[in-house]
């Protein structure tokens, strides 16, 4: 039962964490191919050695080892520009299909950019109570 | 209990619930004026931000619906599993 809770709270630990920071869903996907990357690099490494040590084919060896830290190398420098890299910054936005019928001359798209700056918006019933003081 | 929920939440969480709360229910109003034919002319500010404030409302209402059916449904599977 503990296991059950703890898959569901990394579950929705995680969707939180993915909702109010977007940009860490980036920051994992970075880290995991670039780590992904340097293991398999390492791995095949020590299979070409091992194959090497077996058939006896020594001559490449020291080449080898050259391009295992090359690619390494290279992973950690394109996973740096990768996270420093500023994120394309979407618009939030969202265009619906038609919704350009709605607007006229005189409003535009953005107007609803008032409401959607204002703190707290007010239903016509709480304008009301507002209005008679009841409130 | 979703407000109870907000109060302890760091500002940065309450401000990203709240504009996606918000541009939510923007998106239902712009779907249903489509729906109706109608433009953001028809309705003045007040009409409009009574359009919105319902929506957000109804959407907050949604989401702790789906927060109790979830705890409805993790007290469900420990009954059931025992």
Redesign the interface.
Known sequence: ?NK??QV?GLFLSTKIMF??YPDSKRFIKGIIIGTLLIILTIYFHNEYINWAEITDNKSFIGTSYIIKNLIILFSIVALFLYLKKPPNKKN???K????D????K??KED??D???N?DK????A??LLERDGKK | MLEKLLEKAPQSVKDKYKMKIREKAIEKVKESLIQHNKTVDDYSDEEMEDLIAREEGKLNEDVKKTILTSLLVAAGIEIAIG
């Open positions: 039962m059950l809770y569901i909702w109010a939030n936005k969202v619906i299909k038609g919704e019928k709605i607007y006229t005189n409003k107007y609803f008032k409401f959607r204002k918006l007010k239903t016509k709480e304008r």
